[in-house]
């Protein structure tokens, strides 16, 4: 006694559990397409709202730098003022104190500007563009 079925879309499946449906390929791929689509919408909404993010973050930063900037340049004439102060009392003319001061200066520029050169290197991707060079040989 063979069960007969009305359509062959409805079949049963090995483990005599419910039917499931059996699709052609032009639906198939149809289903595909709008599954695709949607991924592809779902991750551009995530990808478009990790970058405003981003941009709140970096925008953030850039503020409390700029802040951070300026209050390190009152704290740095602060304290030449204090140090200028200091060397007049002993006795130093008030022109000389000014050319030991941005001596001073200068010298504490050197080791930031060497710094600044050598992290320079790394603006240009040197690694990457390692990996994209065709081999000598």
């Not at 032009?26 to 709202?49: C, G, I, N």
């Not at 981003?54 to 030449?80: D, E, N, Q, Y």
């Not at 991707?125 to 390692?130: D, E, G, H, K, T």
């Amino acid at each position: 006694m063979s069960e007969s079925y009305e359509t062959s879309e409805e079949l049963p499946d090995a483990t005599n559990g419910p039917a499931f449906r059996v699709t052609g390929p032009m639906e198939d791929l149809s289903t595909l397409k709008r599954e695709l689509r949607s991924l592809v919408y779902e991750q551009l909404q995530l990808a478009a709202l990790e970058v405003r993010l981003a941009a709140r973050s970096t925008m953030t930063m850039i503020s409390v730098a700029v802040c951070i900037g300026a209050l390190l340049v009152l704290a740095w004439v602060g304290f030449m003022g204090a140090v200028g102060l200091a060397l007049n009392r002993m006795g130093l003319q008030p022109a000389l104190v000014l050319l030991v001061l941005a001596a001073l200066t200068l010298i504490l520029i050197l080791p930031l500007s060497a710094l600044i050169r050598r992290r320079s290197s790394d603006l240009g991707f040197p690694a990457s563009l390692r990996t994209f060079k065709p081999d000598a040989t």
